[in-house]
Nanobody, 124 residues
């Protein structure tokens, strides 16, 4: 089992940057594929980015491609989402999630463990 704790959210102006971090407990972090999801008010939760167990492969939603970078450090049991050129439509609660069964997955239903979320607000 793994516990996930996100940090780094906040308020930023459009065009600015934020870096979200997610710290994981447990000794088998490298065996989990990881994902960042977000949920805006009144909308369904959506996948923002996913990363493979080794960190060698990544997936990005079209809406963030070229602006966000997902990375992981298995030695430190952490993942990070660097968000640049932020837009008001990026405003949401961002969640870190872990999947113990797949090498990399885009399917929300495959994620077994979730963090509590961190709020990102982008003002225009």
């Amino acid at each position: 089992q793994v516990q996930l704790v996100e940090s780094g959210g906040g308020l930023v102006q459009a065009g600015g940057s934020l870096r979200l971090s997610c710290a994981a407990s447990g000794r088998t972090f490298s065996s989990y594929a990881m994902g960042w999801f977000r949920q805006a008010p009144g909308k369904k939760r959506e996948l923002v980015a996913a990363i493979s167990r080794s960190g060698g492969s990544t997936y990005y939603a079209d809406s963030v491609k070229g602006r966000f970078t997902f990375s992981r450090d298995n030695a430190k049991n952490t993942v990070a989402l660097q968000m640049n050129s932020l837009k008001p439509e990026d405003t949401a609660v961002y969640y870190c999630a872990a999947d113990q069964m797949h090498w990399l997955t885009k399917d929300e239903g495959n994620y077994d463990y979730w963090g509590q979320g961190t709020q990102v607000t982008v003002s225009s």
